[in-house]
C-alpha cells in the first residue's frame, strides 16, 4: 500500500511539473500568431506522427490477420489441439490433474 501511494505520488508530482511542456515553442507560437512557417512546422510534425501510427497500425493489423489465417489453416488441417491448453480451456487442466 505504501508503494503504491509512493508511485501516485510521485507520478502527480511529475505530471505537475511537466504541465508546462504540454506543447513544443513552434507549435505555440503557431497559434499565436498568423504567420505561416510555425503553422507549416507544425503541421509537418503532425503528418510524421500519423505516419508512424499508420505504420504501426498496419503492421499489427497484418500480424493479427496472419495469425488469425494461420489458425484457420492449422484447424483445417487437424490440429485443432494445439490451440486446446489450460488457458483456453481451464476445465481440461482440472481433469488432467486428477
Not at 511529475?14 to 507560437?29: G, I, R, V, Y
Not at 507544425?42 to 501510427?53: C, V
Not at 497500425?57 to 493479427?64: C, M, Q
Amino acid at each position: 500500500m505504501k508503494r503504491t501511494l509512493n508511485i501516485i505520488a510521485m507520478g502527480s508530482v511529475f505530471l505537475a511539473q511537466a504541465s508546462s511542456a504540454w506543447a513544443c515553442p513552434m507549435c505555440k507560437f503557431a497559434l499565436e500568431t498568423e504567420e505561416n512557417e510555425p503553422r507549416a512546422y507544425m503541421i509537418s510534425i503532425l503528418f510524421m506522427l500519423g505516419m508512424i501510427t499508420t505504420l504501426f497500425t498496419s503492421v499489427a493489423v497484418l500480424l493479427w490477420w496472419v495469425s488469425k489465417l494461420d489458425r484457420k489453416n492449422l484447424n483445417a488441417a487437424g490440429y485443432q489441439h494445439l490451440f486446446e491448453n489450460a488457458g483456453s480451456h481451464p476445465h481440461l487442466a482440472k481433469i488432467r490433474a486428477e
